[in-house]
């Protein structure tokens, strides 16, 4: 069994910056592929980032080249650094360890983009 918890989400104004952390426990840490998803009202969770656990990314094309996933596998953290934030960021984000099906989920951490 695999804890996450999620933080550093907040209320940020249009353009402004946030990093979401989220701690995992256990001892397999590093051989997990992380993910960071989020859920706006009325619509589906969707695919953030991913990272895999020799340090290869992926993004979405919603937020290529403001989103940044890292991870620092002494610490079993996971990290999404959030740049150039925009209204439609708005939404719950939730961190996902993937090993075997079916993965693991943290209680998510709300993020709110607005003037």
């Known amino acids: 069994q695999v804890q996450l918890v999620e933080s550093g989400g907040g209320l940020v104004q249009p353009g402004g910056s946030l990093r979401l952390s989220c701690a995992a426990s256990g001892s397999l840490f590093r051989l997990y592929v992380m993910g960071w998803y989020r859920q706006a009202p009325g619509k589906q969770r969707e695919l953030v980032a991913i990272i895999t656990s020799g340090g290869s990314t992926n993004y979405a094309d919603s937020v290529k080249g403001r989103f940044t996933i890292s991870r620092d596998n002494a610490k079993n953290t996971v990290f999404l650094q959030m740049n150039s934030l925009e209204p439609e960021d708005t939404a719950v984000y939730y961190c996902?360890?993937?090993?075997?099906?079916?993965?693991?989920w943290g209680q998510g951490t709300q993020v709110t983009v607005s003037s």
């Open positions: 996902n360890a993937f090993l075997i099906p079916p993965g693991y």
